[in-house]
């Protein structure tokens, strides 16, 4: 069996098209664009190719974008005192700060700082708690995309089991609450889990988000089952997923890596901007 591709980049592009669509109606009510301010600590270069094409795509949805790069040596009341202007701002629907930030600056109280109503990466603790709980607000772009693509693969997915290996805030989290809102049977592995190979080997569905370049093996997987690979290694190689490429063999249908799960979460991210705005214009 050779598994089906997955196309996160075309359905990304089509997710982009109806947000600019949507972006141009609240232009016309409002009478101001849609806006994402993105900030940027530091000159960690993967990060700054991260904020400058987000910077693009918000453009191109016909949205309004705020950059602030900010030096490396940015003090914690510094960074503070930007936040409070933005959330302040009525211009601004959306804040991104950019991950990891600087290590002498407390990444928590920022995050914690953002308006929770600003907060399109979703990471603001009321944003995790009002997802964990079933009410409405910001969830985290990435996993939101990977749900979106599963839900065009499978349609419903109740009673489906699904492994998320991972546990982050950012991934694993919030995608095994997409999920269990989804009516999905849930397992989160992780790196002390025992005995993965047996876990993987139950599930329906696999969402694979640990950083380590190819760690899921064929062997692992249900004859069948839908791969989700979030990973993003960069190897003498070039750029390599969480998940074995040769698990195309045995899987249903898996995402690519590059044009899989990365295009979603630009795409997300805009979505979510459009929702606050047009949540703020009431
Ligand atoms: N760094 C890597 N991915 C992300 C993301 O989705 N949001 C933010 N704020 N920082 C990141």
């Not at 093996?217 to 990973?231: N, Q």
């Not at 590059?258 to 991210?269: E, F, K, Q, R, S």
């Amino acid at each position: 069996m050779t598994a089906r591709n997955i196309d996160g980049k075309a359905f990304a592009a089509g997710l982009r098209a109806r947000v600019a669509a949507g972006a141009a109606e609240v232009t016309a009510q409002a009478g101001r664009k849609p806006g994402l301010a993105v900030v940027l600590v530091g000159e960690d270069p993967a990060s700054a190719v991260y904020v400058r094409s987000k910077g693009k795509a918000t453009v191109a949805a016909g949205m309004e974008s705020f950059e602030h790069r900010l030096p490396a040596d940015t003090t914690q009341e510094t960074l503070e005192a930007l936040v409070d202007q933005l959330n302040a701002d009525p211009a601004v629907d959306g804040i991104l700060v950019q991950l990891p930030l600087p290590k002498h600056l407390d990444e928590s109280a920022i995050i914690t700082r953002i308006d929770p109503d600003k907060d399109v990466d979703g990471f603001h603790p009321v944003n995790a708690g009002r997802l964990a709980t079933g009410l409405e607000g910001f969830v985290p772009c990435t996993p939101l995309g990977c749900l979106m693509l599963l839900r065009d693969v499978h349609g419903d997915l109740t009673g489906l089991d699904v492994v998320v290996i991972g546990r982050s805030n950012i991934v694993g989290k919030p995608m095994a609450q997409l999920l269990i809102g989804d009516s999905c049977t849930v397992t989160v592995a992780h790196s002390r889990t025992r005995d993965l190979p047996e876990v993987v080997k139950r599930a329906d569905i696999v969402v694979a988000a640990v950083g380590r370049a190819a760690m899921v093996k064929p062997e692992w997987i249900k004859p069948g089952a839908t791969l989700v690979d979030v990973g993003i290694n960069r190897t003498e190689g070039g750029l390599v997923g969480d998940v074995d490429p040769a698990c195309a063999e045995v899987a249903g249908a898996m995402t690519p890596v590059p044009g899989g799960v990365g295009p979603m979460t630009i795409a997300v991210l805009l979505r979510n901007t459009l929702v606050s705005a047009a949540r703020r214009q009431g």
